[in-house]
């Protein structure tokens, strides 16, 4: 027992510090890291960007080095130096395109899936020269030679890539990337409706709202950016047809075993915890259902939700995270006892006795998590699916509270459950073969289980590791696009293991359980049926003559029916001692009356 207390310490203190380093460690992580093309090129190479004056404001984290611009090669350290000589100039505010511009220009955009660098169009450097030139002038200075407008793209095409920004309006200007004019209408204070100048970046800019408090750009509600109409019209349809199985097979198998406990001991029992855990996950997909895309996604400015201020984006959020990594902890403790149970002969009732470590694990860890999660904001909502979920455009989230402790839990299962076979087989050779028959059957339904589990959670992971990856490059490329059955897989691998354990759950001896339960309220029904009829048989008083019922001294009373094999043996001798060859109802009013009328109704 000794043994098993530092087992399951280091155990606890594996989970719980993988758990949470890893989402610090991991969030700090660039998603670009883990593509699969690369960064270099045999022209360039992509690289942060470190110009202080254009990277707090930029859309894009990359720029290519080196950036030929007009036959002059510029290094990030050279183009932060000369941009600092236009410190003056823009402090006249002269175009409020103005800096925008030459951080486009000498900062460009990097895009590994694009063979040149994105800098602004000829029209944004036509306009900007038209209203700084001058001023330049009048310090005796020209227009200079390296943002010769000719040498940028007409237009934004495929074939040649550049940044478009919208027409500026002769009112009052001003040159930052968070401001805006005067006349612009605001839907809060601090959200503003002219996207295209500080999300000319985006792929669809006009499909956003700039926040100036946070500086980012927020996607307005009932906008179609990666997907269409039709493929979120699937995508609930999908969604309900997974959630309605998923949630009625854990439904079924909870109540199983809410109806007789007894039945199931360690290991099977964390697949219980496992099924209410899918069954409230299901629970999140249906509330999204029911109170519809806007109610859950939308938040009251027009923009699609990004944080918790939605209350029904936040119950949402907790019914799938939480419950997502409560039963992935359960998988884990799954495969714990079943080590214990298989390689080291413990009974459950040895394992019962750490039953409160189990439980503090699986739901403490979880609820953690989720608090942290609240703090940073890390909530957004999905466009395909509009379900409020971590960080699904803040790829660090996603790797660090997705993708690293939910592949540090299926591994750490994985293990301890082979490890389990390992040691039974082991065990098995050694006793020349010889095995328990109740082990046998914990083998075949954990090793069911198990694998099931481990397939659906492998898909889940890769799936998220696709959006991670991908999710930056939907969004700023033009030509990029998101699978919609990538999505899908997604969905169904979420909820598969729900369906998987109510599989395992439900045998045969659970069927006669609910069978039981059946035939015990027919006869309850029975019962009462017969009783009201012998009721009414007594307070009958229009009629003195009664039909005897025979009973014969030698024949017994039995009852069977299809849902038991019972004997009423105790109510036959009943009968018996009480009765003769031949016996009589009598009147009421006769000074022999009957005795249990009950009895005589089989």
């Given amino acids: 027992m000794g043994s098993f207390c530092r087992l399951q310490n280091t155990i606890f203190v594996f989970i719980l510090s993988t758990s949470f380093y890893g989402s610090f460690i991991f969030?700090?992580?660039?998603?670009?890291?883990?593509?699969?093309?690369?960064?270099?090129?045999?022209?360039?190479?992509?690289?942060?960007?470190i110009v202080d004056m254009c990277k707090d404001h930029l859309g894009y984290n990359f720029t290519g080095v080196p950036n030929l611009l007009n036959g002059e090669t510029y290094t990030q350290q050279g183009s932060r130096d000369l941009l600092l000589t236009f410190k003056p100039l823009i402090s006249h505010r002269c175009s409020s395109q103005l800096k925008m511009f030459l951080c486009?220009?000498?900062?460009?955009?990097?895009?590994?899936?694009?063979?040149?660098?994105?800098?602004?169009?000829?029209?944004?450097?036509?306009?900007?020269?038209?209203?700084?030139?001058?001023?330049?002038?009048?310090?005796?200075?020209?227009w200079p030679a390296a943002l010769n407008c000719s040498v940028f793209p007409a237009s934004n095409t495929e074939e040649s890539m550049c940044m478009e920004f919208p027409q500026e309006e002769d009112s009052d200007q001003d040159g930052g990337f968070d401001q805006t004019t005067r006349s612009q209408k605001r839907l809060t204070?601090?959200?503003?409706l002219a996207p295209n100048q500080q999300c000319f970046w985006l792929r669809k800019p006009s499909a956003y709202v700039y926040v100036n408090t946070t500086g980012t750009c927020h996607p307005r509600c009932n906008v179609d950016i990666l997907f269409t109409k039709g493929q979120k019209q699937y995508a609930e349809i999908w969604i309900a047809v997974w959630t309605s199985l998923c949630?009625?097979?854990?439904?079924?198998?909870?109540?199983t075993f809410l109806i007789d406990t007894s039945k199931f001991h360690y290991p099977i029992r964390p697949i219980i915890f496992l099924s209410l855990c899918y069954a409230m996950y299901s629970v999140g997909y249906l509330i999204r259902l029911i109170a519809g895309r806007e109610s859950v996604t939308c938040d009251s400015d027009g923009t699609m939700t990004q944080g918790l201020d939605n209350t029904n984006c936040a119950a949402v959020f907790l019914l799938l995270y939480y419950f997502n990594s409560a039963a992935a902890l359960w998988w884990v403790i799954l495969s714990v006892t079943w080590l214990l149970t298989a390689g080291f002969k413990w009974s459950h009732d040895a394992i019962d006795l750490y039953t409160s470590y189990f439980h503090l694990v699986a739901w403490g860890i979880p609820a953690v998590k989720s608090i942290i999660i609240i703090v940073l904001?890390?909530?957004?909502?999905?466009?395909?699916?509009?379900?409020?979920?971590?960080?699904?455009?803040?790829?660090s989230s996603i790797l660090g509270f997705v993708i690293a402790p939910?592949?540090?839990?299926?591994?750490?299962?994985?293990?301890?459950?082979?490890?389990?076979?390992?040691?039974?087989?082991?065990?098995?050779?050694?006793?020349?073969?010889?095995?328990?028959?109740?082990?046998?059957?914990?083998?075949?339904?954990?090793?069911?289980?198990?694998?099931?589990?481990?397939?659906?959670?492998?898909?889940?992971?890769?799936c998220n590791f696709y959006e991670y990856a991908n999710y930056p490059y939907w969004y700023t490329s033009s030509h990029a696009t998101a699978s919609v059955?990538?999505?899908?897989?997604?969905?169904?691998s979420a909820l598969l293991p729900g369906i998987t354990s109510a599989l395992c759950i439900l045998s045969c001896n659970s069927l006669d359980t609910w069978t039981s339960i059946s035939c015990m309220c027919s006869k309850d029904s029975t019962r009462n049926k017969t009783y009201q009829l012998s009721k009414n048989s007594n307070n009958n008083n229009s009629s003195r003559h009664y039909t005897p019922v025979m009973t014969h001294p030698n024949k017994q009373l039995t009852m069977s029916h299809s849902c038991g094999r019972t004997s009423s043996t105790s109510r036959t001798s009943k009968v018996r001692s009480q009765s003769h060859s031949h016996r009589y109802f009598h009147s009421p009013n006769s000074s022999q009356s009957l005795q249990h009328p009950e009895e005589y109704h089989v």
């Fill in 27 to 49: 969030a700090d992580l660039d998603p670009a890291a883990f593509r699969f093309d690369t960064f270099d090129t045999p022209k360039r190479k992509c690289e942060p960007i």
């Fill in 104 to 142: 486009t220009a000498y900062v460009p955009m990097c895009d590994t899936q694009v063979e040149q660098l994105i800098g602004p169009c000829r029209s944004v450097c036509e306009n900007v020269k038209n209203r700084c030139e001058p001023y330049l002038k009048t310090y005796g200075h020209p």
């Fill in 189 to 192: 204070e601090t959200v503003t």
């Fill in 247 to 255: 949630l009625l097979l854990s439904i079924l198998t909870v109540a």
């Fill in 377 to 395: 904001r890390n909530v957004y909502s999905e466009e395909l699916t509009g379900l409020c979920y971590v960080g699904s455009s803040n790829s």
């Fill in 406 to 462: 939910f592949t540090v839990y299926l591994l750490l299962g994985v293990t301890l459950l082979v490890a389990g076979y390992v040691v039974l087989f082991l065990h098995q050779k050694k006793n020349s073969g010889k095995s328990d028959e109740r082990i046998e059957v914990l083998m075949v339904r954990v090793g069911i289980f198990g694998l099931l589990y481990t397939v659906a959670m492998t898909c889940h992971i890769a």
């Fill in 485 to 492: 059955e990538i999505y899908s897989l997604k969905i169904a």
